[in-house]
Nanobody, 126 residues
Framework: QVQLVESGGGSVQVGGSLRLSCAAS????????MGWFRQPPGKKREGVAV????????VYADSVKGRFTIAQGNAKDAAYLRLNSLKPEDTGMYYC???????????????????WGQGTQVTVSS
């Protein structure tokens, strides 16, 4: 089992920045891939960024490339998402996720992750 707890969401204006944190605990072997997903109001959950905790390799959604950065803490105990140049379309509930299988180019699918946090809200206003 893996427990994930997100924090750091909030309300910002267009162009602002936020840093989301995800505290991870439990089975370390089930955290080989960690990721961030978001669910805009009235829409499906979508992948934002994923990271292989062993190698540090990352994959980003095209919509956030160059603006968001995913990073990990020591010993796979945390994941972070830096959000820069925020836009109104970035608004949504942001979730941290983890799984045993390593991340690949097609790992931005929410259905492939086993463990989820409760989410943290990000609201971007113009």
């Amino acid at each position: 089992q893996v427990q994930l707890v997100e924090s750091g969401g909030g309300s910002v204006q267009v162009g602002g920045s936020l840093r989301l944190s995800c505290a991870a605990s439990g089975d370390i072997h089930s955290r080989n891939c960690m990721g961030w997903f978001r669910q805009p109001p009235g829409k499906k959950r979508e992948g934002v960024a994923v990271l292989n905790t062993g190698t540090g390799t990352t994959v980003y959604a095209d919509s956030v490339k160059g603006r968001f950065t995913i990073a990990q803490g020591n010993a796979k105990d945390a994941a972070y998402l830096r959000l820069n140049s925020l836009k109104p379309e970035d608004t949504g509930m942001y979730y941290c996720a983890a799984r045993r299988a390593f991340c690949g180019l097609y790992s931005l699918s929410a259905g492939s992750f086993d463990y989820w946090g409760q989410g943290t809200q990000v609201t971007v206003s113009s």
